[in-house]
């Protein structure tokens, strides 16, 4: 069981890497905002990459609780309510998805896990969708499943680095918000029912209480 040192340690490296990105955040940074020398924090962690690889393995365990657990008798709304707890799992480790290439490439020993994870993810969304093809919630012909589902898979993994380019500054609930408007953009032309049923995921997002702010800086 972690120390409470450590975990502080853990949460103050996550909110730092966070906000200013993995790849400017030192070891000695980290220390200095937890008011720790740096020998105390090498005792508990021998380096940044340890802190890095640990904070992927709560990622990874958090998040396929959530792809192991979906209702097998899903609907749309269901369907949405997924999209949400992975959506808010990811969030909260967003520096993974920062520049996760150069992430990958830089720790070797996160990259198999990585990729493995990003891959399951995009699988349950593909079981998903074709459960709501089979039972005819969506008029989605079988051949799209697998790009409509590496689609889905592109809002998760990139948008976040989109709206880092563009500037735009999103708090949390923003930027999931943001991710299944698109989501939903994407499904819209495979909906029955269209106008109704976008309705009905709108106001389903929109009980969720977001609160989105954006600004161009």
């Given amino acids: 069981m972690a120390s409470k040192t450590a975990e ?24 200095m905002e937890l008011d720790i020398s740096p020998g105390n924090l090498y005792y508990h962690f021998k380096g940044k990459e340890v ?10 365990h958090k998040l396929s609780r959530i792809l192991a657990t979906p209702d097998p008798d ?16 990811s969030s909260l480790f967003r520096f993974l998805y920062r520049n996760p290439s150069d992430l990958m490439e830089k720790y070797p020993a996160l990259a198999k896990g990585f990729r493995q994870l990003l891959l399951t993810r995009e699988e349950t969304v ?13 008029n989605l012909p079988a051949d799209s499943l697998a790009p409509l589902s590496e689609q889905i898979g592109l809002v998760f993994s990139q948008a976040a680095n989109y709206y880092l380019i563009k500037e735009q500054v999103l708090d949390q609930k923003g ?19 269209d106008d109704e049923a976008v309705g009905v995921l709108k106001e389903l997002i929109g009980e969720l209480r977001f609160n989105w702010e954006g600004r161009d800086e």
């Fill in 74 to 89: 899903l609907s749309l709304q269901d369907f949405f309510c997924f999209l949400y707890l992975t959506l808010d799992c």
């Fill in 51 to 60: 802190i890095v690889l640990a904070l992927f393995d709560m990622y990874r």
């Fill in 175 to 193: 930027f999931i918000q943001k991710c299944l408007t698109s989501i939903l953009f994407l499904l819209r032309p495979y909906l029955k029912d």
């Fill in 126 to 138: 593909g079981r998903q969708l074709d459960y709501l093809r089979r039972n005819q919630q969506l």
């Fill in 8 to 31: 502080r340690i853990l949460f103050t490296s996550l909110e730092l890497f966070n906000e200013h990105g993995e790849a400017t955040v030192t070891s000695v940074d980290i220390a």
